[in-house]
């Protein structure tokens, strides 16, 4: 076979995974390690992949790789309203009191359908968050108290950061927090590729009761740049399939619920 005709296999495999392995794809191929190491040098200079420890990744799945919250809401968002709403099924009949709602399209997707569920239990919330979308969503509502926490705003993620933003969340303790993750690993735990970002959520995390992670399959088995949480400060994830064997052992082993939408 021509290295042509490999890396055309090699980006198509790729684009099924977004993930290869140099031992894997030299058995596939019957060639040396180092054949295949040549391979993914000239598909990472074409910008096709890019080169990790033992294999290659999408260029999207870099560890600083972060997509615009317009192009992140297009993508799976009839998923991310499947894990909203099984999210939501932690409120239970009657709630009342506190949550926050960290930035992310998954949790947007929450804050959207958090009024009907109130109105569907009975309910009443004090919601704060730091995210434009999330509270444009929420505003107005008759069931819901709502405070914006303020800071620098990122327009990549529509949400204020900085140390003001930390300092004043590091001062609540709500009931519940409902939290986005750009990649949940193993080895890991949550990640995201900016550290502003990620001082925000691993302040929210630390500083509520319960803490309900919402993120879509393709989440799973990714490791961003920065690391935010472990799993064993999760006590609730939601995602939209079940988890491959090394993150569904690591996940019991923190005593992690997964919930399936």
Known sequence: MYATERQKLVEQLLARQGRVAVVELAGRFDVTTETVRRDLDALERQGALVRVHGGAVLPERASTTELTLVER????????????????????????GSIYVDAGTTTAAVAELLPARLAAIHGRADVVTHSLTVASALAGDPDVSLTLIGGRVRGVTAAAVGASTVAAIEGLRPDISFVGTNGVSADFGLSTPDPDEAAVKRAIVRSARRVVVVADSSKQDRDLL???????????????????????????AADVEVSLA
């Open 73 to 96: 809401a297009e993508r799976r968002s009839d998923d991310k309203q499947a894990i909203a709403r099984r999210a939501l099924d932690v409120l239970p009949e009657g709630f009342s």
């Open 226 to 252: 920065t690391g935010f949480a472990s799993l064993y400060e999760v006590d609730v994830l939601v995602t939209d399939a079940a988890p491959e064997p090394a993150l569904a052992h690591a996940l019991a």
